[in-house]
């Protein structure tokens, strides 16, 4: 049995007529006689009735007809369906995120994904440190990640999406928010938040080599994993951090955010599995990679500076 022979069985059902049938298929009315006969054959029984001026349908063909709709549609659901993955339109995407970018970038790409990409379900995981997103990368946790370098980048393909300046987060009050721009320097007796170290953050690794330069080792107080407890402990007043400038659209109160003199900076870099060619997920980097063009002058980019929270 194939699929024209369901084909052919359906328009002789609908039509109850084999010429009309024929004529529907665009066939000479024999052969189409000789498949309906070899499909009955084929079952065992008969599915339809023949009189000299129409077509009826036995109570076996009337079931099988109900099957024979089903089979065919969905046999046409999944050739759609593959046109639409092979297209990039279908597909589920799992997007990771380091925190700064959860606040910043994330938002205006989920949307433009869903206006560009309805047919992808788009879902994320934000806040997580780089090396929580290459683990994840490589068991197919996620499908995209937004991270910083430096990274460990064997099996994954990277590309910087923007650089984005470093400032500075104080407690609101603190006799820094006075200042138009803060030197490093000017840090070198505060009490530090960072993101947790050991490994787990590109970030931390940044900041505590600049510090350096600048001539002093940091007092680090306090370890955390999200942005937004580092921004909270900061407007509890329990340090001060370096951030990417985008950390300044997250409006917490009593944390207050000003400029780093110089142009100390980070890099905000997109990464995938290196044999990951998924329609949809190259679809979804080209609208990530345009948003990011539009927006290069918005908050973040060295361009930009910061505002106070």
Do not use: N, W
Not at 21 to 44: C, D, F, V, W
Not at 230 to 258: D, H, I, S
């Amino acid at each position: 049995m194939e699929l024209r022979h369901l084909r052919y069985f359906v328009a002789v059902a609908e039509e109850r007529h084999f010429g009309r049938a024929a004529a529907r298929l665009h066939m000479a009315q024999p052969p189409l006689s000789q498949q309906i006969r070899q499909l009955e054959g084929e079952l065992g029984l008969r599915l339809l009735r023949r009189t000299t001026r129409r077509v009826e349908l036995t109570a076996a063909g009337e079931a099988y007809l109900v099957r024979a709709r089903e089979i065919l549609s969905a046999v046409a659901v999944a050739g759609l369906e593959a046109q639409r993955v092979a297209a990039g339109s279908q597909g589920r995407l799992v997007i990771g995120c380091v925190g700064s970018a959860t606040y910043s970038l994330l938002p205006p790409l989920v949307r433009k994904l869903h206006e560009e990409l309805p047919g992808v379900e788009v879902a994320v995981q934000g806040e997580m440190l780089a090396p929580a997103q290459v683990a994840a990368l490589h068991a197919g946790q996620i499908d995209l990640a937004l991270l910083r370098r430096p990274v460990d980048e064997a099996g994954l393909r990277l590309e910087t999406l923007r650089a984005e300046r470093l400032i500075v987060a104080v407690p609101d009050g603190h006799p820094l928010v006075s200042r138009k721009r803060v030197r490093l320097r000017d840090l070198a007796d505060e009490d530090f938040v960072m993101h947790a170290g050991g490994g787990r953050s590109a970030l931390q690794g940044t900041v505590l080599a600049l510090c350096r330069e600048a001539g002093f080792e940091p007092r680090v107080r306090h370890e955390v994993a999200e942005t937004s407890t580092l921004v909270t402990f900061v407007a509890a007043g329990l340090g001060v951090a370096l951030v990417p400038a985008p950390v300044a659209e997250l409006r917490v109160p009593g944390a207050a955010y000003r400029p780093l003199t110089g142009r100390a900076q980070v890099e905000l870099v997109v990464g995938t599995r290196a044999d990951d060619d998924a329609p949809h997920l190259l679809r979804a980097l080209d609208v990530l990679t345009a948003l990011v063009r539009r927006s290069h002058r918005g908050p973040g980019s060295p361009d930009a500076g910061s505002r106070p929270a």
